[in-house]
């Protein structure tokens, strides 16, 4: 079976047998520089759980908040995510969120191994810069305050992660490596 999610880059079978990778952390993380990155060094499926949603209601993530809450949001994650559990083989980036709902995580999971790319919330921030504007739990008055809040309510959630990397203090290349590694050692 072939991914048929049209913003995923479908460069392999999304072959059930073989576990997804998911990226779970917070906003400015990495999930999806790192998760491309990924994909393209292990020639494997890459899907950004924003883009595809996005596609497909037509809308930005922004703009899905604001019509019908974030509750309608999970609901689309959760939908997706759905699709996903008769496949495999994929790097998956779901949205900051999406970890802290264990019932969709265990839909995946196992045989999903997920992996927490850990920064602090400054570099969290630093890192969205002008993207921030794109996020609608961080369009508030403290921005970092708020991501101070979502890493208290989603850590325990992030924390049980098969695997955490410090992503803290290392450049986007060394990440990739590092995730590569884990990939390769969970077929």
Known sequence: MTATFRTSNPVSAADSRR?????????G??????????????ARTFL??????????????????????EGHFRELERALTE????????ILAPGGGWASNADVVGMLRPPARLIYLRVK???????LGSERSTRPLLMRPDPLGEIRRLLDARKKAYESADHVIEAE????????KRVSSLALGAR
Do not use: C, Y
Request: aromatic share 2%; net charge negative.
């Open 19 to 27: 576990p997804h990778l998911i990226l779970v952390g917070l906003p």
């Open 29 to 42: 993380a990495g999930k999806s520089t790192v998760g491309r990155g990924v994909a393209e060094r292990l």
């Open 48 to 69: 950004d759980f924003d883009l595809e949603i996005e596609r497909r209601q037509g809308k930005t993530i922004a703009e899905i908040f604001g019509e019908k809450g």
């Open 83 to 90: 699709e996903l559990r008769l496949m495999g083989n994929m």
């Open 121 to 127: 919330p400054e570099t969290a921030l630093q890192r």
């Open 169 to 176: 203090l290392l450049d986007v290349e060394e990440v990739i």
